[in-house]
C-alpha cells in the first residue's frame, strides 16, 4: 500500500473518512502501521465514527441472505423450513422473510442482545397469547387465545415478540405483566426491519471499542448521530424505551 504509506497523517484520516463503514475502517486499520496508529488514538476514533456514520449510505431496506450471513455469520442465521413454522405464525412478510432469508440467532454481547434460542429451542417456536401477556385478557376470561405473539429475542430485563397475524415487533417488559403494564411499544415495524437495527448499533458499540469516561462528549455526539440514522431508517426507534435503554446500555 504504497500511496496510503506515503499519505501526510491528515490525509491518511481524509481516507478513513470516506469510508462506508465502520468495519471497513477496521479492515483498514490492520493494513499498515500508519493507518493502525491513527484508529488506534480514540479521540482520532471517534471523529472517523461520526464522519462515517453522518456520509454512509442509508442501510438497506432488504437485506438478502448474503447481507445476513455476512453481517452476522453464516453458522449464526436462524432460516427455517416451513414445517419449522408455527400454524398460528400467519403473517404473511413475516413467513416470507424467515423462509426467504432467515433471522440472526445471536448473541450481542456488546447491546446485551440474545436470540440463539432460535436455534436451541426444539420444534417450533412458542405460541404465547399475546391478550395475557399485554394486560388485554380479563382474569376471569379463559376462553382459549386467538391472538398469538412469539419471543425473537431478548435482553437481561425485556423480551422482544412478534405478532402472529400482523408481525409487529414488540417491546414487552415481563414485570409488567401482573398490572396490565408488559406491552412497552413497538420496536421495529418488521422483523427485517430489527435485524438491521441490532447491527447498526452493535456494528458501532463493538467496532468503537471506546472507554467513554476518557471521551464522554465525542461518545455521545457519535451515538446521538447513529441514533438519528436509526431513526431515518425505522421511526419505532424514536421515543421507544427498548432501544433508549439500549443506548444506555453501553455508554
Not at 147 to 167: I, K, P, Q, R
Not at 171 to 194: E, K, N
Amino acid at each position: 500500500m504504497p500511496s496510503i504509506l506515503g499519505l501526510p497523517p491528515e490525509l491518511a484520516l481524509w481516507v478513513y473518512h470516506r469510508l462506508d463503514s465502520i468495519t471497513d475502517a477496521v479492515h483498514l486499520a490492520g493494513s499498515c502501521r500508519k493507518l493502525h496508529n491513527i484508529w488506534s488514538r480514540q479521540q482520532d476514533r471517534l471523529k472517523i465514527a461520526h464522519s462515517i456514520i453522518t456520509h454512509a449510505p442509508r442501510p438497506t431496506l432488504r437485506p438478502n441472505k448474503n447481507w445476513m450471513a455476512t453481517h452476522f455469520g453464516v453458522d449464526w442465521v436462524w432460516q427455517p423450513q416451513e414445517p419449522d413454522l408455527p400454524v398460528n405464525l400467519t403473517d404473511e412478510t413475516t413467513r416470507a422473510f424467515l423462509l426467504d432469508v432467515g433471522f440472526p440467532a445471536v448473541k450481542l454481547k456488546v447491546i446485551g442482545w440474545d436470540s440463539t434460542h432460535l436455534k436451541k429451542d426444539d420444534g417450533p417456536l412458542e405460541a404465547w397469547d399475546a391478550d395475557e401477556l399485554y394486560g388485554l385478557r380479563y382474569p376471569d376470561d379463559d376462553s382459549p387465545p386467538d391472538n398469538f405473539a412469539f419471543l425473537f429475542g431478548s435482553t437481561d430485563e425485556w423480551m422482544v415478540m412478534v405478532g402472529g397475524e400482523d408481525g409487529a415487533v414488540v417491546h414487552y417488559d415481563p414485570d409488567g405483566w401482573d398490572h396490565a403494564d408488559g406491552y412497552q411499544g413497538l420496536v421495529a415495524t418488521s422483523l427485517l426491519h430489527l435485524a438491521v437495527l441490532l447491527w447498526m448499533l452493535a456494528d458501532v458499540a463493538q467496532r468503537l471499542q471506546i472507554t467513554p469516561d476518557e471521551e464522554e462528549e465525542a461518545w455521545q455526539v457519535v451515538l446521538s448521530t447513529l441514533k438519528e440514522r436509526m431513526i431515518e431508517y425505522d421511526d419505532c426507534v424514536e421515543g421507544s424505551k427498548f432501544w433508549d435503554g439500549m443506548f444506555e446500555s453501553i455508554v
